[in-house]
Structure formats: C-alpha cells, structure tokens
C-alpha cells in the first residue's frame, strides 16, 4: 500500500492532539485540525489518502479508519508503531511536531539570532520548519526523545520524562 521505508500518512481527530504531535516527532505525516468536525475530517483523510486516527466509536468500522483504543498518549503511539510497521528511529525528526511540516537542515548563520546563544554556541546543525519557522537542534530533542521513545516501546509507563514536545521552546 505504501512505499518501504516511507512513514504513513494520518489524519489524527482533535482529542488525539498528543499522540498527533509526537507521531510527528517520529516524522509521520499527521494532518489535524481542531476547526474540523469528524465527518469533515474523514472526507479529508480520505480525499488526501491518510489513515484517520479516531477515539470516535462511531468510526470504528469505516474503512481507512484506524480505532485508537489506548487511553494515554504512551499506549495510543505503541498500538500505532505497532499496528503500521513504520521505523520511527530512521524518520525522527523529519517533521515539524507543531505544524506537520517538513523540517530541513538550515545553515548555522542562519538561525543564529533565532535560538539562545548557548544553544548556538554548542550546536553543529540545526534544522528548520519550512511551513512555520520554528528551529529544531540536536541536542535538546533526540536524546529525549530516543529515551521516551525507548520507554514507549518497551511498554515502560514512567517514559522519559518528557512531558509534552511541543512546549518545549
Ligand atoms: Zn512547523
């Protein structure tokens, strides 16, 4: 159904805003958008080919539909990884955790006035969104998101530590 190795496409409804942010994180390509109520955003998973990650029991047997049944965002992304085989440690950090967009590696000089000047002081290579802006760098996210990711798919509830990608600045 998909090409090897590419990460499948979502739609995730507005109660799966976590899970959503850190599928992106992973680098899935996840659209959501809270404006949209659940027979809009089923027309539009299906219109762009995704898979609409629900809570809605209502949904759960339409096609190209996929019940999310874990409660916390830990489980629901466990049950996804699982359930659609893709290697979240070949595409992390691919894609904007905010806004689903496409990140790509950014020249240094570039964000230099964007991040804080230790961050700049102690990172080789930083990334940016193309549809938002916001700056990506090595340091604070992958070792994060490695250990939490680690924890989500040993099935440890504690995690990482990590309360929610998106805060971070
Ligand atoms: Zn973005």
Redesign the pocket.
């Known amino acids: 159904m998909r090409k090897l190795g590419a990460s499948p496409r979502f739609a995730a409804d507005r109660t799966l805003g976590r899970l959503a942010r850190w599928l992106r994180l992973l680098g899935a390509d996840v659209f959501g958008d809270p404006s949209l109520n659940a027979a809009q955003l089923l027309y539009r998973a299906r219109a762009e080919q995704r898979i609409l990650l629900t809570r809605d029991k209502r949904l759960r047997t339409a096609s190209d539909v996929y019940y999310v049944a874990g409660n916390d965002f830990r489980s629901q992304l466990r049950e996804v990884i699982a359930r659609f085989d893709f290697d979240p440690r070949a595409t992390m950090l691919t894609r904007?955790s905010?806004?689903?967009?496409a990140l790509r590696i950014t020249d240094r000089d570039a964000v230099r006035m964007r991040v804080p000047p230790f961050v700049y002081a102690s990172q080789d290579t930083f990334a940016a969104?193309e549809?938002?802006?916001?700056i990506y760098w090595n340091a604070t996210h992958p070792g994060r998101i490695q250990r939490e990711l680690d924890a989500v798919l040993s099935g440890d509830r504690r995690g990482g530590g990590l309360a929610d990608p998106s805060a971070e600045g």
Do not use: F, L, Q
Not at 131 to 134: I, L, N, T, V
């Open positions: 904007c905010r806004c689903n967009g969104c549809r938002c802006g916001h």
